[in-house]
């Protein structure tokens, strides 16, 4: 294997690539310590010429690529395996912002620009891109598409998915497949990039994006709503709809558990209500018309709580309270991982399924006490992350022995109630055998060929997804 990535070396620009072992390190871990690869080549590339060249002669010589972008996944998708066979691509260095069409709503962006200089340039030019995700700061466009990202605001937007018109690839022959366009009807046929939305990095590698921009967000209402039961909180979310579907944004839910967690690591943070109740949700509505949200949050308030639909509620009175409210769901995760060892879910079910799954599921888990299992998400599109962290009189070996169990509990409770395994954090690594049990035939046939026609060299992210 060093005779071919010398090969590799010699045939590109010294500056795009390092095999300094001290700057390879970030690289080869999973953002959460769980899972550890090995490389000895990390390239940068700077635009999509760069990136033909060097997918052509991996291609060529049978060199294994894994791409990255923020190393923001939870799934292990961006991490090299541990025989360090693979050079590790970064589009990092691809982050400009090429076109920003205000008239037309679209914006052109390198796939390594990260999705909060995305959404600062829209607001510089009275424009919105709404996806919305905690690691903003640091995720890039191209993981979001590889991954199909989805966040706070699929209610309203729905996923990566529906946010792109265009991409530019890469593909493993070093080709490139390009569905950028000027026009807005294009009906010739199936449309190829989606096979590349979702497909993390195992179908080629995206360089750049044409995304859909909307008006900018003139009005903004939230509330933060308490109840002690989920089936509450679903038929506010069904009122909510039926009042004012066209303005409804965000429906995110936490619990008195997670309040806890952000009680005891963020203690900066104000928590609603005393935490007095068993479940919470931000609900809010937003227009890009100067309307009286208000009014309108206030009617579903009053009649929600004559409705026994919720006990209490507060709007926000200024911005820092609307941040700290929001901080409550969008730093749960990172109080998780400060709490300790847990074992997470990402997992869709529907709706209406939802109380039934959490019953089926804590009678499972009847090892551990209730104030270990954490449950908050996205409820609006069926989307719990549902997490159980290590009691603290269990050793991490008895913890470590448990998690394949509960894992294969709650997913087949999951797939039973038809809902979904991995709702929104993709396969990577971690998820492949899950992929493979609960996919029928005919998809994986489907996928499998598409793999092996795109990518016969398998040169593209191997050991991840499929095999």
């Not at 190393?71 to 090429?98: A, D, F, H, W, Y």
């Not at 990172?334 to 399924?353: M, N």
């Amino acid at each position: 294997m060093s005779n071919k990535i010398k090969i590799l070396k010699d045939q590109l620009n010294q500056t795009i690539w390092t095999d300094n072992i001290e700057k390879l390190k970030p690289y080869l871990y999973e953002q959460r310590g769980n899972i550890q690869g090995k490389s000895s080549l990390l390239i940068l590339p700077k635009n999509t010429a760069d990136v033909v060249k060097i997918v052509k002669v991996c291609n060529k010589n049978k060199i294994k690529i894994v791409p990255q972008g923020g190393r923001t996944g939870l799934c292990g998708g961006t991490i090299p395996n541990k025989n360090g066979e693979e050079v590790v691509l970064s589009t990092e260095k691809m982050n400009q912002i090429i076109q920003i069409n205000k008239d037309r709503f679209y914006m052109v962006v390198q796939a390594g620009c990260s999705l909060s200089s995305i959404k600062n340039k829209a607001f510089e030019n009275n424009r919105f891109f709404p996806l919305s995700l905690p690691s903003e700061s640091s995720c890039t466009i191209g993981g979001n598409i590889s991954t199909n990202a989805g966040g706070a605001a699929v209610l309203k937007y729905g996923m990566t998915k529906e946010l792109v018109e265009g991409i530019e690839v890469v593909l493993p022959n070093g080709e490139i497949l390009n569905s950028i366009k000027n026009i807005e009807k294009d009906n010739r046929g199936f449309d190829p990039k989606y096979i590349h939305i979702g497909s993390e990095g195992t179908l080629g590698i995206i360089t750049k994006v044409k995304l859909r921009l909307f008006p900018k967000i003139n009005k903004k209402v939230m509330v933060i709503v308490a109840t002690n039961a989920v089936e509450n909180l679903i038929n506010l979310l069904n009122y909510t709809k039926n009042q004012c579907y066209e303005y409804f944004s965000s429906f995110e839910v936490n619990t008195n558990i997670g309040f806890d967690l952000i009680k005891k690591y963020y203690k900066d943070i104000p928590i609603p209500f005393d935490n007095q109740y068993s479940w919470y949700a931000i609900v809010e509505l937003c227009s890009y018309d100067d309307l009286d949200l208000e009014k309108k949050i206030k009617n579903i308030i009053n009649n929600s709580i004559k409705n026994k639909l919720i006990f209490d509620a507060i709007i926000p009175q200024n911005l820092k309270q609307y941040n700290n409210i929001w901080k409550t769901r969008e730093l749960l995760s990172e109080a998780q991982k400060l709490h300790g060892k847990s074992i997470k879910h990402d997992i869709s079910v529907p709706i209406e399924k939802i109380p039934l799954f959490l019953k089926r599921a804590r009678k499972c888990l009847n090892n551990f006490p209730k104030n270990n299992i954490l449950t908050f998400g996205h409820l609006a599109e069926g989307n719990l992350h549902y997490n159980i962290s290590k009691p603290e009189n269990m050793s991490n070996s008895v913890f470590n022995k448990l998690h394949d169990k509960v894992n294969s509990n709650i997913f087949e409770i999951v797939h039973d109630l038809g809902g979904s395994f991995s709702a929104e954090h993709g396969i990577g690594l971690i998820r492949k055998k899950e992929f493979k049990k609960y996919t029928s035939r005919e998809e994986l046939i489907i996928k499998s060929n598409l793999k092996k026609l795109l990518d016969p060299n398998n040169i593209m992210n191997p050991g991840k997804i499929f095999n």
